[in-house]
């Protein structure tokens, strides 16, 4: 049970740094409006 709670954490780190990219990748981008 806790290693599986363990994957979800490290799981959710990784979305929060791939979140994280693409939110100052994004930024660096001019809108295209």
Known sequence: ???MRQ???T???ENTQ???ELF???RCI???G
């Open 18 to 20: 791939n979140a994280a």
């Open 7 to 9: 994957q979800m954490v």
């Open 11 to 13: 799981k959710g780190r």
């Open 30 to 32: 001019p809108v295209q």
């Open 1 to 3: 049970m806790s290693h």
């Open 24 to 26: 100052q990748y994004l």
